[in-house]
Structures are given as C-alpha cells and as structure tokens.
C-alpha cells in the first residue's frame, strides 16, 4: 500500500494564451471549473500551479519527507 497520488496535467502550461489556443478557454474559467466540480481549493491551488510551471505528471506522497521552505496547506 502505498498512500500516493498520481495526477496526470493536460494542455500544460495553463497560461490564458496556451488555454486558449487549445482549449478554448482561459485559466479562470478553469479554475472555476475545478471549483464547481467540488475540488477542494488546496488541491485546484495546487494543480493549478504545478499546471502553470507546465508539470505533466505530479505525484501527492503522504510518506514523503517535507521539503524545506515549502510551505504547506493550512499554515
């Protein structure tokens, strides 16, 4: 058992001019779709920018050590 979570991004990066070239949509409209779709707003904050720094693959590791000067939700 391993408590990870692996998140696969698409149309990385989620710019307003890259959204739109091929979603047709800008990045606050995804936001709010994420947000009407229930997403806890730590999770959309998160997927959001690992999303604007064009990740394609992120992986939520509940045993994996914290990493200095990152911070964390709910601080």
């Given amino acids: 058992y391993s408590p990870a979570i692996g998140v696969k991004l698409i149309s ?3 710019t307003d001019q890259h959204l739109q070239d091929v979603e047709g949509i800008a990045a ?3 936001r709010q779709e994420h947000r009407s779709k ?4 730590e999770l959309a ?8 720094a ?3 693959i992120l992986i939520l590791d509940a045993d994996a050590p ?3 000067g990152l911070s964390l939700a709910g601080e």
């Avoid at 904050?45 to 604007?52: D, K, T, V, Y």
């Fill in 12 to 14: 990385t990066p989620w």
């Fill in 54 to 56: 064009d990740v394609r």
């Fill in 38 to 41: 229930g997403m806890p707003d």
């Fill in 66 to 68: 914290v990493l200095p």
């Fill in 28 to 30: 606050e409209q995804l």
């Fill in 45 to 52: 904050q998160i997927l959001e920018l690992a999303g604007q």
